[in-house]
């Protein structure tokens, strides 16, 4: 029942920005944490970073001091602003539940790839 839509991923430069936008509806947005995630090629899918219900945002240390996740609870919006993109940052990033349980599913996720 839960629809997630991720949008903004792009092509750009080593040392560029990007800003990623994912719409959820069918849920109550603001009674869950919501995370990104990322899959690079040949790898498996990696957590990202998190907005809690309440508290402090979380990062993978990968990314910690470039990247900033957000949310808007009027708009049941989650956003990644991506700073100082490397291209070990190459992937196709989703957004989902913090907690994805055996009966969720997933987006088609946005292509980020980092390349000069």
């Known amino acids: 029942q839960v629809q997630l839509v991720e949008s903004g991923g792009n092509l750009v430069q080593p040392g560029g920005s990007l800003r990623l936008s994912c719409a959820v509806t069918?849920?109550?947005?603001?009674?869950?944490?919501w995370a990104w995630y990322r899959q690079a090629p040949g790898k498996q899918r990696e957590w990202v970073a998190t907005?809690?219900?309440?508290?402090?945002?979380a990062y993978a240390d990968s990314v910690k001091g470039r990247f900033t996740i957000s949310r808007d609870n009027d708009r049941n919006m989650v956003y990644l602003q991506m700073n100082s993109l490397k291209p070990e940052d190459t992937a196709v990033y989703y957004c989902?539940?913090?907690?994805?349980?055996?009966?969720?599913?997933w987006g088609q996720g946005t292509q980020v790839t980092v390349s000069s």
């Open positions: 989902n539940e913090r907690f994805v349980g055996p009966g969720d599913g």
């Open positions: 907005t809690p219900i309440v508290g402090i945002e």
């Open positions: 069918g849920t109550t947005f603001r009674r869950y944490s």
